[in-house]
């Protein structure tokens, strides 16, 4: 497993977003994250290329289609702690809403072989992870219902497994995806993150996900 080196400019980032806290190791107590459905489509047959950068596939030519985005984020647990060596999984569909999946029958949408879908990492001792992936499009969940873009995620603690989803502020199909309006104010708050320009360049986006564990 492996992600990217952490930066001394992604630690400032961090360390503002925590209050400066996360130099000392410890944020803020905060309720856990909300658990959600993981959904149909976790790929139980591994691919093969699972590193952080989603947006190639070793040995397949060309970059994944669609909007760069750079998500990273902390592991933590109820007190604030953070949660070192977590294994966090993410899995999601591709740019048109399409996953890699034998058991997504979107005919409508295409595949995109550049795209990996699925990555897993660890966090490190300060409970930090980060993945370089793409903005995943909306699909058809049922004829009358198009789930809004979301990334899924799983992590397991020292005790803990959180099994949840992740929005993007400002989508408008937050206000009628069934799983996502099924949550309260405080647990949507918790999993719905804002979309900034990149530190690492104008063409893509990053945003920030703390994942709060009951106990770690």
Known sequence: ?????????????????????????????????????????Y???RPFDEDADLTF???????ALGQVLNLSGRVLDAKGKPVSRAVVEIW????????DHKSDTN???????AF????????????????????????PATSDWTRTPHIHFDVRGKVDRLV???????????DTDLIYQALTAEEQAGCTVALTPSFKDAASLDAMFDIVLATG
């Open 1 to 41: 497993m492996s992600s990217r080196v952490i930066t001394r400019r992604d630690l400032l980032r961090y360390s503002v977003a925590a209050g400066g806290s996360l130099v000392a190791g410890v944020a803020a107590a905060a309720s856990p994250t909300v658990e959600q459905v993981m959904g149909p489509f």
């Open 43 to 45: 790929p139980v047959a």
């Open 57 to 63: 596939v070793r040995g397949r030519p060309g970059r």
């Open 92 to 99: 999601q569909a591709n740019t048109h809403g399409r996953y």
């Open 107 to 113: 005919t409508g949408a295409p595949t995109d072989p």
């Open 116 to 139: 990996q879908g699925y990555s897993q990492v660890r966090t490190d001792v300060l409970g930090r992870f980060a993945f370089k992936t793409i903005k995943p499009g909306a699909y």
């Open 164 to 174: 949840t989803q992740l929005y993007f502020a400002d989508e408008p199909l937050n």
